[in-house]
């Protein structure tokens, strides 16, 4: 059942009316992440597909911004068979192995001798950063979200000669927090594969994603503390609160006071 939800930046209010809370949660932080990405490779996509290395769930929510930010599909690498399948059935145009001696060649054969005008790479480890330099078509950009860490290094000669460039992308803005909302609430976004969990069940949640056992996104939803009924409103003022049925109206009690200064002239006093 939809929920109305919320997302408050500074002079930014985002109705999520049509937008179930889970998906809501996940769209306010790696489907921002992924959207932000996305946009830093438009006008260098060269009119042909991108490359999204790492089909996790950042990855794959990339894969799905980008057909419906740059109009076509991206071409998807990762280790993990069962994540390339998960982005073909997701959208992706191919999916390749990394380590295959074959994936270059992979990839010029999709781009048509090129290379890719844009390579996302959502692992942030040397091997993928190095895969998506080698993608590169001339003047090329690499955008690294991944923080898997360790080194990167490049012969500084090889920037003149290819005209690449790399740089890195945390999050969005909010500016791109409204526009990717209204591309989800418009419809424009197909919602990634989402597996809800209990909250009791984080640390198990966490060991999966560890392993990389977690296909899609998985959100921890907390138990209802009024089963069965939408929760309650939180209203700070007492007579909203009472209107609403939180709280039951307070009778106002009236006493009469002689003795003290203020209330000589025989003047009730209401509580």
């Given amino acids: 059942m939809p929920t109305m939800s919320s997302c408050r930046m500074p002079s930014t209010s985002i109705p999520t009316a049509t937008c179930r809370s889970e998906l809501a949660c996940l769209y306010a932080c790696s489907g921002i992440t992924a959207f932000g990405a996305v946009k830093k490779a438009v006008g260098h996509d060269a009119g042909k597909p ?20 740059l109009g076509r599909e991206p071409i998807v690498a990762d280790i993990d068979e069962n994540k390339r399948k998960l982005a073909l059935e997701n ?71 290819t005209g690449c460039q790399i740089m890195g992308s945390v999050t969005g803005s909010p500016a791109e ?14 919602p990634v594969p989402v597996i809800k969990r209990k909250l009791d069940e984080a640390d198990a949640t966490l060991q999966e994603l560890r392993k990389g056992l977690i296909m899609g996104r998985a959100v921890l939803v907390p138990v209802s503390p009024w089963p069965g009924r939408a929760p309650r409103p939180r209203l700070r003022d007492r007579s909203a609160r009472a209107a609403a049925g ?26």
């Avoid at 991108?50 to 930010?69: E, T, Y």
């Avoid at 109206?249 to 025989?266: E, H, K, M, Q, V």
């Fill in 50 to 69: 991108i490359l999204v290395i790492g089909a996790g769930g950042v990855g794959l929510m990339g894969v799905r911004f980008a057909k419906s930010v």
């Fill in 177 to 190: 927090m409204k526009e990717m909302m209204d591309l989800v609430t418009g419809g424009k976004v197909t």
């Fill in 246 to 271: 939180v709280l039951p109206a307070r009778r106002a009690r009236c006493r009469s006071r002689t003795s003290t200064p203020s209330s000589r002239s025989g003047r009730s006093i209401c509580a």
């Fill in 91 to 161: 959208g992706a145009v191919a999916a390749l192995d990394p380590r295959d001696k074959e994936a270059r060649k992979q990839i010029m054969e999709l781009t048509g001798g090129t290379g890719v005008g844009a390579a996302i790479d959502f692992v942030g480890a040397e091997a993928s950063a190095q895969f998506g330099v080698r993608a590169l078509g001339r003047g090329g950009r690499l955008i690294v979200v991944g923080l898997f860490g360790g080194t990167f290094s490049m012969p500084l000669p090889m920037f003149a000669f």
